[in-house]
Every structure is written in C-alpha cells, then in structure tokens.
C-alpha cells in the first residue's frame, strides 16, 4: 500500500480531496465509493469548496456508498442515506438520482444486497473508492471474523463497532445492531481506493496495514492484496 503521513486531520483532508479531484479531472463520469463516518468529513468540506468555487464538477459522476443501517428508513437523521445528503450531497452539483446507498428498508434485503452488486457492475465498476477504518480494522461493516463476504451482504456489527457509533445517537440502545455492506470483493474490485485514518484511535489499526502480513482480524489488511491502494493517515494513526 502506498502511504502517505499527513500532519494533521486538515492536511489529510485536502489530501484525500486532491485525488478525487485527480481522479474526476481525468473521468468526469467517474464512479465514486463513498463512506460514512466523521473521517471523511473534512474531506467532504474541500470537496464542497472545491465545487462551489467551480474548481470541481461533480455532474456526470455516480456514486456508491459503502454500507447502511439495517433496518432504519433513509429519512432517518441517523442513516447513512440522510449523513451523505447533509455531508455531500446537497452541497454539490451530483445528480441525486445518480447516487446510491444501500437500502435499510427492504423486507427481502438477500435481493437488496444482489441488486446492489449488480447495479455497481451494470455503471461499470468503482473508479475510485473512499474507505475509512474501524478502530477494529472494520472497512465498511465487514468486522473481524474467520471469514469474510466477498458480495454485498446484511451483518450483525460487533459490540466495539456498536460503543464506537454509539456517539451519534443518544444512547448504545439505539444504535442498529444490524447493517448491509458492501464486501470484500465488492471494495476489492474498485481501480482505486483510498483509505482515510485520523487519531491515536486508530493506531492500532493502520499499525496492521504497515506490515507484510494479511489476516480476517483485520479486514482492512486485504487492501494489501490491492494494486493500487493507498493510505493516507495523519501522524496520529501513524504513531500512536
Ligand atoms: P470514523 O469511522 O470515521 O467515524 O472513525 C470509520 C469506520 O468505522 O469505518
């Protein structure tokens, strides 16, 4: 994996915004893998700077996210549907109709998981795909275990996942103890991906990405197998 250490969240963020820009320079159609959580946020803003500027034009790009709740209904404050248009999505020139999370609502969610797969197939497969990382190794919601998924799929997430997301809702009860995610094949499969990793946090999970090893303890060490993966951390996760 190529890394790249930033000095702080902010550097970070710009970092992760001049590849999609790279990326969106070179195929204004890209498809874009986007991720949740408060990692890439900072990285959303220059985005949503870049674009309101005219610097970055994100209309002929289609978008995939990583993962939603299970069960939670996209209007929802905390979905993941809702965080993408108050974080990205009503702030840029992306044609909504052309950006797509997983479903949290559908009674038949094996079916859910198979279209979703197939829809990122039939755009033509991830340009570019953002990932953060759980303090657990998580990428998406697939958690530590003896095996992984390669498809899109519906996972129970671990307790450490459930106290780690337990800060944006008002108490650990109310956090989903079930979400669909995209799977390892799924992520492995996009040309590009860019993983973000900010805070001492995640020390020890980017400290599992520096060495030559790979193991379902640590999903996110399968980027290792990716030929065009890159890390980029600030000196936080780097050193601890
Ligand atoms: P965070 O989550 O960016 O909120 O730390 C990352 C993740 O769990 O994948």
Redesign the pocket.
Known sequence: MKTIICDNYEELSLQGAKLIAAQLTQKPDSILGL???????GMYQKMIEMNQKGELDFSAVTSFN?DEYFPITPDNPQSYRYFMEKNLFEHINIRREYTFVPAGNVENVEEECLRYDAAIDAAGGIDLQV?????NG????NEPDDYLYCGTHLTPLTES?IN??ARFFDSTDEVPKHAVTMGMKSILKARTIIL????K??HGAVSALLDDRITTDCPATLLKLHPNAILICDKDAYNG
């Open positions: 991720a949740t959580g408060s990692t890439p946020v990583l990932l953060g990382i759980g303090q998580h990428i998406g919601f996942t780690a997301n973000l990793a900010s805070g946090s995640k």
